[in-house]
């Protein structure tokens, strides 16, 4: 079972300012460790400043084999119809994650235009969100 990880922008800033939101942890120390905590699925991890660069992940993602999503798209989540837009075009499991809650926070944060068209979202829980956004993703399909 092969799952594709995407992280929108800033999240290259993870572990190097505000570990009281985000946590103390780098992204690449986060996929160590969730790459370990899932070994039998293979994880693919791309981060990008970029809208264009993450719509093309979206939209090959299908061709590349993937059987799901699992998404952190940082501040896109807020603002990018495209993404939305692209999103709705994949027909694979899709899960958002965030690491802070967003409803939790700026009144900004509340909508996710993102996840409007996602299976669902898990927000608030560090690191975790991406553990149990794989395991929402294996859940929904019958892959090993
Ligand atoms: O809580 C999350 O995972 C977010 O997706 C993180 C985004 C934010 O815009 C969303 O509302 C919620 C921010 C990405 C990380 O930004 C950083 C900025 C400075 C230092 C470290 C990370």
Redesign the pocket.
């Known amino acids: 079972m092969k799952i594709l990880i995407l992280n929108?922008?800033?999240?290259n800033?993870?572990g190097?300012?505000?570990p009281d939101?985000?946590g103390p942890e780098t992204l690449e120390k986060i996929r160590m460790n969730i790459d370990a905590a899932f070994p039998d699925v293979e994880l693919v991890w791309f981060q990008s400043n970029h809208e264009g660069e993450l719509i093309d992940q979206i939209q090959q993602a299908q061709q590349n084999g993937f059987h799901g999503i699992v998404a952190?798209?940082?501040?896109y989540?807020?603002t990018s119809v495209a993404i939305r837009d692209a999103l709705e075009a994949v027909d694979l499991p899709k899960v958002e994650?965030?690491?802070?809650n967003?409803h939790a926070?700026e009144e900004f944060?509340e909508t996710s235009i993102t996840g409007k068209v996602m299976n669902g979202i898990i927000?608030g829980f560090g690191s975790n969100?991406y553990i149990l956004g794989i395991q929402a993703v294996k859940l929904m399909t019958n892959k090993d």
Do not use: A, C
Request: charged content about 20%; aromatic content about 8%; cysteine-free.
């Open positions: 929108g922008p800033n999240l800033l993870l190097k300012r505000d939101t985000y952190n798209w940082g501040g989540t807020h994650v965030h690491l802070s967003i926070r944060r927000t969100s």
